[in-house]
Structures are given as C-alpha cells and as structure tokens.
C-alpha cells in the first residue's frame, strides 16, 4: 500500500461544478499537509497548505481529517483553467521532506 | 532573478556516461530536493539535504549522487546512466519556518527532462 494514496481520476467536470478530491496517508505521525497543482509537462506549484482548522482560499477549501487520516480539497465554481492534476502531500516534520500522491486529473469543459 | 532554477532545461546522453544536474536556489532556503517524475510513479523522492554539508537518502537513490557544500547549490549526478534513469528531474527548496509560522511547501524549479540513449 502506499503511503499516501489518491483517485486517479480523471474527473470530467462541467463549468460552474463543484468538485472534491480526497487524499489518504498511512503514517498517522504525519504532520504537515499540502495540495500543489500541476498542470501538463510542467513542475508542480503550491495551491494551498492544509490546517487542521480547514482553510479556504476563494473557490478552493481544503480540510484535514486526523482521525480517518485523510485530506481534501473542494473546488467550488470550476473555470476551464482549474484543468490541471492536483496532487497532494504529506510530511513528517515542518518543512522536512514530503510524500506525494500520484495525483487526480481534473478536465473542465465548456 | 529571484527563485530556483535547473539546469539544463532537456538532456540526452548515452548509456553509461555521468551526467549532473545543476539546481541553484536564491532564498537560502535551508532543505532542498531531488524527486523524478514518471508515468505511474508520481513524484519520488531520490536524495534530499537540511543544509549545507548534509544530505540523506530518498526513496530512490541507487545510481544517483548529490552535494551540497554551498546553501544555494544542489547538484544531482547520475554516475553511469541507465535507461531506466530516463524522467523529468525536479529540484524543490522549502524553509523551515517556525513554530509561530503556518508549515511551508516546496517551491520547484521547473525541471530537467532527462533522456539516457
């Protein structure tokens, strides 16, 4: 099993839908979690970090659950350019190296 | 300019021959890292480094060797490269931050394709 574990999708959203991606770890010690995007042949870029409060950043909100080791991400009111593999991260100490899943491609179309 | 840079941007070379990598970080970022990416693999982790003068091992680092006696510099070396060694090389930094501070994410350059003829 690995470590940390993602839908590969893909998910084939409409515009204006909302979508959720979730993201299981194993290592219940991990500390620090992460959503980067990453869009075609490209190096992949921090979308959010995420608190165990939950946070949001405009349409996108991410939320962690400890007790059934798992993170997620919303994404509210999909534009055509949200179209990219979103792939999560988990890390054992703050800023130490990180786990990363495989990643869930999101397309929206028109 | 600011940020993290990679050189070369594609590399082809043949079986056998050692090639390096060059990652090169302007923010005295303290870790820094080398992970491949390939088609059913994800991001894997190879060798990554807290800080000057100290490196350790990845997921996958058989075949690879790095360096770090500068903060800002983080060569990868493939000594003898193999085939299967053929991927996309991203090089990331991150800071430490502190106990008050929100935990960072990476930051990665924009990587190095890789192709061993």
């Known amino acids: 099993r690995k470590e940390v574990e993602q839908d590969p999708g893909p998910f084939n959203v409409p515009e204006g839908a909302t979508v959720a991606f979730n993201c299981t770890y194993s290592?219940?010690?991990?500390?620090?979690f992460f959503w980067y995007r990453q869009d075609c042949r490209k190096e992949p870029k921090l979308l959010m970090s995420?608190?165990?409060s939950g946070n949001e950043d405009g349409r996108f909100t991410a939320q962690l659950n400890r007790a059934s080791q798992y993170i997620s991400l919303l994404i509210r009111d999909s534009k055509l350019s949200d179209s990219a593999t979103y792939l999560c991260?988990?890390?054992?100490?703050?800023?130490?190296?990180?786990?990363f899943g495989d990643g869930t491609t999101l397309t929206v179309k028109p | 300019d600011a940020g993290i840079t990679q050189s070369p941007r594609y590399k082809i070379t043949e079986t056998g021959r050692q090639v390096t990598l060059m990652c090169h970080q302007t923010?005295?970022?303290?870790?820094m890292f080398w992970y491949r990416q390939d088609l059913g693999h994800g991001l894997r982790l190879i060798y990554y480094?807290?800080?000057?003068?100290?490196?350790d091992k990845g997921e996958v680092p058989d075949g690879y060797v790095v360096s770090r006696s500068k903060t800002e510099n983080f060569p990868l070396t493939l000594e003898s490269a193999t085939r299967s060694q053929t991927s996309v090389y991203f090089c990331?930094?991150?800071?430490?931050?502190?106990?008050?501070?929100?935990?960072?994410?990476?930051?990665f350059g924009s990587g190095t394709r890789l192709t061993v003829v």
């Open positions: 995420v608190y165990s």
């Open positions: 991260a988990v890390t054992y100490t703050n800023a130490g190296k990180s786990t």
């Open positions: 290592n219940s010690a991990s500390q620090s």
């Open positions: 480094s807290a800080a000057a003068d100290i490196t």
């Open positions: 923010w005295s970022h303290s870790y």
């Open positions: 990331a930094s991150s800071d430490l931050g502190t106990a008050s501070k929100a935990p960072y994410g990476y930051t």
